[in-house]
């Protein structure tokens, strides 16, 4: 569902490729500007597998967690036609998990080693997973806001130049569409019907659109991004870039069911094409992907009973191949 990744701004450019070949690492670089796709046998700078392998299970790590939020709802959904829509939205969340851990692998990660990582929280995954989904009408919001940010941020790094994660998200982003049509109808049906529904999908969009605000990454004037990275295709558009494309693909259509959202200073500008918003809390931000969240307790405390209870299957499975990695340490 989620690909936000955070690229470590710690190192200059010129670091990333000092140590590399400069022979292959131009022919290296010569592929990617023709279009070329890098498969995993292919030689590759270490800073570009260390990078993508961070963004991939990132990624992975956010379609996992993403599906708890709305897999609270699963029980309670009103009516069988919701939840088995809603049940097949949280599998499908799962299976991408599934499809990017093994993008991953590809690079030289285990994904046992990927998931200790997710547990033990050396490995971030998207904050906006560590709010709760209060009512119904968060899932739905979720569904549709949360699923179109994704949607933009996945068919951005689709053009990518890492063919293994490529054709991951070729194949989530058809389901990714499907998840975002039922999220707009759900939206749609509140908007659209009783008193109290309407309150109930404006309160949740109200709640929700802060957390939308940092769903793409600081700003492009603090976040600090490798002119390496984005020409090895790793990271293929800025926070901002994807963050106004949202703006402006989303934002009429929530005043088109005239539904209001938290902020007075949303506009855009007729000049410039660009949107106007509010600065959103980076300091929050920042606190909630640090661990420091509402549900981010909750979210690894169920990832870790998950990964205890179901370890047993595993081995029954693999038997012998199965690879061991010390849990949680």
Known sequence: MYGNAYIDPDKAPNSLVADEDPVKLAEFEARIAAGEKIEPQDWMPKEY?????????????????????????????????????????????????????SAAETLGKSREQMINDLITGKSKY??????????????????????????????????????????????????????????????????????????????ALHRWWPPLMHFFGPADKISVHSEVLMKWKVKMASNDEMRQQFLDMYVPKIWDLELTLPDPELRKDEETGRWIYTEPDWEEFKRVINGDGPCNAERLAVRRMAEEKGRWVRRAILGEKAKYVKPFA
């Open 126 to 203: 998207s904050n906006i997973f560590n709010y709760p989904a209060e009512t119904w009408a968060d899932s739905a919001v979720i569904a549709w806001l949360v699923d179109a940010g994704a949607i933009i941020n996945q068919t951005t790094n689709a053009r990518g130049s890492y063919g293994p994660y490529v054709r991951a998200l070729e194949r989530i982003c058809y389901e990714e569409s499907f998840h975002l049509k039922y999220g707009h109808d759900n939206v749609v049906h509140l908007a659209t019907g009783t008193k109290k529904q309407r309150e109930m999908v404006q309160a």
């Open 49 to 101: 597998r260390k990078q993508l392998i961070r963004m991939i299970e990132q990624h992975a790590h956010s379609e996992i967690i993403g599906a708890l939020p709305e897999g609270t709802w699963i029980t309670r959904a009103p009516g069988f036609r919701r939840k088995l829509a809603l049940m097949a939205k949280v599998q499908d969340e799962v299976g991408h998990a599934q499809l990017l851990y």
